[in-house]
């Protein structure tokens, strides 16, 4: 039986694993290499990480291809297809198609067209990595911050067609431009304790002035001034929720801090796939009293 030193190590060791296979997508990654990596034996390796993760390590770097490619197939249309295809490390269009198909129920124009998302995060739900270790949480005062507002209500795994819609306005109103404003997620409640209907997920661009009335349902609001505790998250948005349970559940209990009647928010400093997966930086903010 390992002692918890041993764990923390394990735990360590395998998520530092998972971190190089999100930065070297672009490279041949091998369970030899990757076990070297590791300090395990390869002999063990592939069924340690299936056992840490519920998922095979091939299987595991062919979804991350295949994420990346998903997110530019429907985000970036003007790139042709065999294009995508190559960038995922895929030798000829066909196997691609394939692999897509097989993974997601649908081809990639398919996908391109109308994406199935509730079928497509089912795929994304690898085994829970425990946080382990203290975060760093700075405390702050964050200023009143105008913002332009697509709500989007229902299944969380459907947030990328509400972002979708929020970035058409940006471009087509030219309103909060992505690269001179900030970009925000006003999250209301944990998506594990609602029901999909019930889940409010507000996706927000700063502005200087008052959006007015427009087709997009894009809406006005304001993020109040006030003390935050803030805590930076690296890597993929699919990690978010364990930094927020450690603000919530660990954090907080022991700072002697309140909250404040407002809603937890990110702050998106980055985004896929414009960087890496794993260069993503994620500001997630706890309004305090």
């Not at 109103?173 to 992505?178: K, N, Q």
């Not at 609602?194 to 007015?212: A, K, M, T, Y």
């Not at 919530?248 to 801090?257: A, D, R």
Request: hydrophobic share 35%; net charge negative; aromatic share 14%.
């Amino acid at each position: 039986m390992k002692t918890n030193a041993q764990l923390d190590n394990y735990i360590r060791v395998m998520d530092c694993v998972c971190d190089y296979i999100y930065a070297n997508l672009d490279k041949e990654l091998t369970v030899e290499h990757l076990s070297q990596y590791a300090g395990f034996s390869k002999f063990h390796f592939h069924r340690q990480f299936s056992d840490y993760l519920g998922i095979g390590i091939a299987k595991y770097i062919q979804l991350l291809r295949l994420k990346r490619a998903s997110y530019r197939l429907y985000f970036d249309p003007e790139i042709k297809i065999v294009d995508i295809a190559l960038d995922a490390k895929f030798g000829y269009p066909e196997s691609f198609a394939r692999a897509f198909k097989k993974a997601f129920d649908q081809s990639p124009t398919e996908f391109r067209r109308q994406p199935k998302w509730l079928e497509w995060n089912e795929k994304y739900q690898f085994g829970v990595k425990t946080m382990g270790k203290e975060q760093q949480v700075e405390l702050v005062n964050f200023a009143e911050t105008k913002i332009a507002v697509y709500e989007h209500r229902g299944a969380p795994e459907l947030v990328n067609e509400s972002a979708a819609k929020f970035i058409a306005w940006r471009k087509q109103t030219g309103l909060s431009p992505v690269t001179k404003s900030q970009t925000f997620g006003l999250i209301y409640e944990d998506p594990k304790s609602v029901s999909g209907d019930d889940f409010r997920f507000d996706i927000c661009g700063s502005v200087l002035h008052e959006v007015p009335q427009n087709p997009h349902g894009v809406i006005n609001r304001t993020i109040e001034q006030g003390r935050c505790a803030v805590i930076r998250h690296h890597g993929s948005h699919d990690d978010l929720d364990a930094k927020v349970h450690y603000l919530y559940g660990q954090w907080l209990p022991q700072s002697g801090e309140s909250l404040r009647d407002s809603p937890c928010f990110f702050h998106y400093q980055n985004f896929f796939p414009e960087v890496a997966e794993h260069e993503l930086i994620t500001d997630i903010y706890l309004p305090l009293n």
